[in-house]
Antibody
Framework: QVQLQESGPGLVKPSETLSLTCTVS????????WSWIRQPPGKGLEWIGYIYYSGGTNYNPSLKSRVTISIDTSENQFSLKLSSVTAADMAVYYC?????????????WGQGTLVTVST | DIVMTQSPDSLAVSLGERATISCKSS????????????LAWYQQKPGQPPKVLIY???TRESGVPDRFRGSGSGTDFTLTISSLQAEDVAVYYC?????????FGQGTKVEIK
């Protein structure tokens, strides 16, 4: 079955770069679009962006200047980098699969990883 | 951006009673070429990721109990839980995938009265 697992540092200092990886199992990463979504503690969901295996990306304009999503098909992983983080970037970060051919809903999610921004 | 607005923010319903959540989008999410509404509903329980319940506004995901029903078209949508069970206590989100950026409603917390 399809499984996604986020990994990366749980603590990032202000002004530094947040880096997370999502490892996908049960399906080839080349067959779908893949997304990052975040959720500040006690708040709602914010879409960060998505990537296709070809490397094509689409980012939320609200974060576009600071976000890079990349993909490693050999490892069946995709990654998120968010630069110049502040306390507002503290959230649970989820990776998710996009159903269909990119214009679908999020049908499989990782368990999420909490990233704290603090000195 | 398409703004998704849910109401109410929270509701308390007795076990076995009906729960109804509304979701309104700031522009239509109905794609005329295929007559599909690009609208999904998710359920999120504490400490868990969201789980898709409904997509295309009214198609139930495999394994989702039939007490969950999605309806609506264009800009107005509803999630109905016909007979609330204890395990349905959660926050529910609507989400549009009509265009980017993908956007979610603010969430509706469903509790037992």
């Amino acid at each position: 079955q399809v499984q996604l697992q986020e990994s990366g540092p749980g603590l990032v200092k202000p002004s530094e770069t947040l880096s997370l990886t999502c490892t996908v199992s049960g399906v080839s990463i080349t067959t779908y679009y893949w997304s990052w979504i975040r959720q500040p503690p006690g708040k709602g969901l914010e879409w960060i962006g998505y990537i296709y295996y070809s490397g094509g990306t689409n980012y939320n304009p609200s974060l576009k200047s600071r976000v890079t999503i990349s993909i490693d098909t050999s490892e069946n992983q995709f990654s998120l980098k968010l630069s110049s983080v502040t306390a507002a970037d503290m959230a649970v970060y989820y990776c998710a699969r996009v159903s269909g051919s990119g214009n679908g809903f999020f049908d499989f999610w990782g368990q999420g990883t909490l990233v704290t921004v603090s000195t | 951006d398409i703004v998704m607005t849910q109401s109410p923010d929270s509701l308390a319903v007795s076990l076995g009673e009906r729960a109804t959540i509304s979701c309104k989008s700031s522009q239509s999410v109905l794609y005329s070429s295929n007559n599909k509404n690009y609208l999904a509903w998710y359920q999120q329980k504490p400490g868990q990721p969201p789980k898709v319940l409904i997509y295309w506004a009214s198609t139930r995901e495999s394994g989702v109990p039939d007490r969950f029903r999605g309806s609506g078209s264009g800009t107005d949508f509803t999630l109905t839980i016909s007979s609330l069970q204890a395990e349905d206590v959660a926050v529910y989100y609507c989400q549009q995938y009509y265009n980017t950026p993908r956007t979610f409603g603010q969430g509706t917390k469903v509790e037992i009265k």
